[in-house]
């Protein structure tokens, strides 16, 4: 009996379960963007001095007279949270193919979050081979975030049939969604400048972006204005669809960005601390789950 035959016979897990391993999808992709950041500002980038090993010879930290031992348990920590992401999404991916029927769809959507992950190790180790460059971070950032949206669609697919989507409301709802997306992308990538610009560099020899810290961060603002203004008018479209379960998404991502974009304000004036910067991350990685789960409420197919 082939291995596909009997994998065919495998009894597939429950609905239940699946919508479970891919909700563990989104905090596991969301939290390894939190705990880079925690890497980050601790200045433990580079304390394990090479990928894939930790030091020449040595895959777990070892004494080292320029890297206290905490700073090597914090990036070699992070190194083996990124082997838990992997484990949960090749589960879901194997909840995914076993189901039944099987939908080409959720398949490729659970495949991908495996792959993800052997993609976001691959950078993290470019990342650490280029010594913490900024622009490799920001790279590593903005993968994770693209992982996180990707990983909500996973959710929805759970329960949606291969058909086409059959968007809610009129279409120019439709159009500004997307242009909220395309301005989020922005508003993250500007955020990337920002923390090129700062202080917290991975480790203190590490070059930063050549540009002023609050230039960047009035351009990050900006750019949080404007999707305020859009966000603004999809609630004003929404008031007319009549849909609870959309308008109740709107409220969550409203919330998130509100206070994203407090605790942003707030650690600018406190001269960027590394508490706050952790917790902005986290907040970003909420930001995009609201705005990723309001898209697919609003794009919804038909249910399984």
Not at 57 to 70: K, R
Not at 108 to 116: D, E, F, K, T, V
């Amino acid at each position: 009996m082939s291995l596909k035959t009997r994998l065919d016979t495998v009894r597939p897990l429950s609905r239940r379960t699946q919508r479970s391993l891919a909700w563990a999808v989104v905090v596991t992709q969301a939290l390894i963007a939190v705990t880079g950041s925690i890497v980050r500002v601790t200045g433990s980038g580079l304390a394990c001095t090479t990928w894939p090993e930790c030091h020449p010879g040595s895959m777990v930290p070892t004494e080292h007279p320029e890297y206290a031992d905490l700073n090597q348990w914090i990036e070699f920590g992070n190194r083996l949270f990124t082997g838990v992401v992997g484990l949960i999404a090749f589960a879901a991916f194997a909840a995914a193919y076993l189901d039944r029927p099987r939908r080409s769809r959720y398949v490729r959507l659970a495949l991908i979050m495996p792959i993800g992950v052997a993609v976001q190790a691959v950078i993290g180790g470019i990342t650490v081979r280029f010594d913490l460059l900024w622009w490799t971070v920001a790279v590593h950032f903005m993968a994770s975030a693209v992982m996180v949206w990707l990983a909500v669609l996973l959710v929805y697919a759970v329960d949606e049939q291969d058909g086409p989507p059959r968007p809610v409301g009129p279409p120019v709802l439709g159009r500004t969604l997307q242009a909220m997306t395309a301005l989020l992308v922005a508003l993250l990538i500007a955020g990337t400048f920002v923390t090129g610009a700062g202080p917290h560099a991975g480790d203190a020899l590490t070059p930063r972006l050549d540009v002023e810290l609050e230039t960047m961060a009035h351009v990050h603002a900006a750019f949080l204005y404007a999707f305020l203004g859009l966000l603004l008018a999809v609630g004003l479209m929404l008031r007319g669809v009549g849909s609870r379960r959309l308008w109740r998404h709107y409220i969550v991502l409203v919330a998130v960005v509100l206070a994203q974009g407090a605790l942003g304000f707030t650690q600018f004036a406190l001269g960027v601390p590394e508490l706050l910067v952790a917790l902005h991350v986290l907040g970003a990685m909420a930001v995009i789950v609201a705005a990723a789960a309001l898209w697919s409420a609003a794009h919804p197919r038909e249910r399984a």
